[in-house]
């Protein structure tokens, strides 16, 4: 068979591609194959809902899957930090469930930084559902740990 690069292409495009978005979802607890072992205090529908919500509210700063912005420990040009990733790898799971949902809320301009607030666009129950959709992205050790300090 005469391999042409519209044949890598069309085969590249049939076996590479499922693993490619595979692996972008991985890390979320429903859809790794291992089953979270930590019951979470919300549910697949609350975790599907926050998704949207945070497509619309949040993924332009904290970036897709909450991975935030790779250099977030440093400011930027304009003395201000970046979006810190959400997704367990950085500190929000050092906030209790109350301060989440106050800094979501309130966000961070008045503590000196620049993360806009939601109350006024966001009803508690969405503000729940984005976080269920952030947590959903915690390995059980991070879930573990934050239930611990909550
Ligand atoms: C305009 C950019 C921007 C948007 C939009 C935004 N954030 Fe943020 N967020 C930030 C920044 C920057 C910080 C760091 C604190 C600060 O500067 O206010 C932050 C901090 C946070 C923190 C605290 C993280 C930690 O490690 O302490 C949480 C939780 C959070 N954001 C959730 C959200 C959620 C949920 C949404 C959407 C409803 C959202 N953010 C929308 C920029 C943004």
Redesign the pocket.
Known sequence: MKVTILTIFILSSIFITPVFAGAGHTGNQFSDRKKSRITRWYNKSMVMKGAK??EQ??S???MKNARGVSNWRKTDETG?????P?NGT???W??DHNS?RN??RE???A?G????G?KDK?SDKEIDS??AW?QSYWSDKIYGEWLRRS
């Open positions: 919500i945070y509210n949040c332009s700063c904290h201000n930090y970046p979006a810190p959400l950085a500190h929000a050092h906030h989440l800094i979501v966000g961070g301009q503590m930084g620049t993360m806009p939601f966001l984005v976080l952030i």
